[in-house]
């Protein structure tokens, strides 16, 4: 089968789609056949080592685990001998996290991994980016933020992926949501749910003389300092990108600045919430935003793309 892989960091041209023996599951896992999956903007800063920091996990000279993509949506092709919530045929979606990757054509995912049944009324591409960008999200805006009812939310880069997820998922948790973006996305945000848009090549929403509950930083591209200004009393500035003044604020101010790697919280708990946004999707309460699609064999450029920073929603790598 096929598989994107890296072997080295570097730019998009690091990226092979090499042929690779095809995975057989084990006696708790199904075989997916992989119809879509997720390209990120975590996984090209994977791919380039940066932080570099990072690399003290990733693998200092070179990446550990060379494989690409985590988000995928598929249909059951084979099931081992204990699988009892699937069956041939299913088609399904989840992550897979820091193993085989899913820019490929098969994974191999057990039954009581991040894993379910994919709702009748979207696509696969809509549901192979659910987990980087609405899944994270979620875990931030309802287990690390703590959102409530009525509070007041601000999502700085509201129209990226992780952005017009959590503009949407604020409104079904009934928050107040301000979305920050570029002039050219205005009215998707607006689309989404936002009830007030900021235009940040036209105002500093720093200086707007607005306060939040929440500042959830999709982006990275502010800082608690800039923020804690407009932050109520009892604000908090959340952030799923990782930097050293982050990470170094959230061990000091931990009340007031919180990171989280979703990927690392217990499975059992990202579950629960894919279980959540699941039943949300089947309700029609949320849409996934795809800009553009690639095949596998052309996933380099799907990078190249990423790194422009002009990417709005979602990108998906299509296998036919």
């Keep these: 089968m096929k598989a994107a892989v890296y ?70 092709e084979a099931i081992g001998s204990q699988i009892t919530k699937f069956k041939v045929a299913d088609e399904v979606f989840g992550e ?11 994974i191999c995912v057990p039954e009581d991994g991040i894993i379910e049944k994919k709702p009748n009324n979207i696509t696969h591409e809509q549901a192979a980016p659910i987990c980087d960008g609405f899944l994270t999200s979620y875990s931030f805006l309802k287990d690390i933020g703590n959102l409530k009812k ?18 949407q998922l604020a409104k079904v948790m009934g928050a107040k ?28 929403f720093t200086k707007q003389g607005d306060f939040y509950d929440v500042i959830y930083d999709s982006v990275g591209k502010s800082s608690y300092r800039k923020c804690e200004k407009v932050l109520y009393n009892q604000g908090v500035f959340i952030t799923p990108v990782l ?4 990470l170094w604020r959230s061990i000091i101010m931990p009340k007031k600045v919180k990171f ?28 996934t935003i795809i800009d553009k699609t690639y095949k596998l064999e052309n ?16 990108l998906a790598i299509i296998n036919p």
Excluded: W
């Design 7 to 76: 072997t080295q960091y570097g730019s998009p041209d690091v990226i092979q789609v090499i042929d690779i023996k095809k995975p057989t599951p084990k006696p708790n896992e199904v075989l997916v056949k992989i119809k879509a999956s997720s390209v990120t903007r975590a996984e090209t800063m994977m791919r380039q080592g940066k932080p570099k920091f990072g690399r003290l996990f990733l693998g200092l000279l070179k990446p550990k685990n060379t494989s690409l993509g985590t988000g995928f949506s598929g249909v059951v």
């Design 96 to 106: 897979k996290l820091f193993s085989n990757g899913t820019n490929a054509e098969y």
């Design 150 to 167: 009525g509070q007041y939310i601000l999502v700085n880069g509201a129209s990226g992926s992780l952005g017009t997820a959590a503009v």
């Design 177 to 204: 949501v301000t979305g920050v973006c570029s002039t050219k996305n205005i009215d998707l945000v607006t689309s989404l749910g936002a009830d007030h848009v900021i235009d940040y090549k036209m105002q500093d």
């Design 243 to 246: 930097s050293f003044k982050v």
């Design 260 to 287: 989280s790697a979703t990927g690392i919280r217990k499975q059992e708990e990202l579950k629960g919430l894919l279980t959540e946004l699941t039943t949300f999707f089947k309700k029609g309460k949320l849409i």
């Design 299 to 314: 996933i380099a450029d799907a990078h190249k793309y990423l790194e422009t920073g002009h990417k709005i929603g979602n």
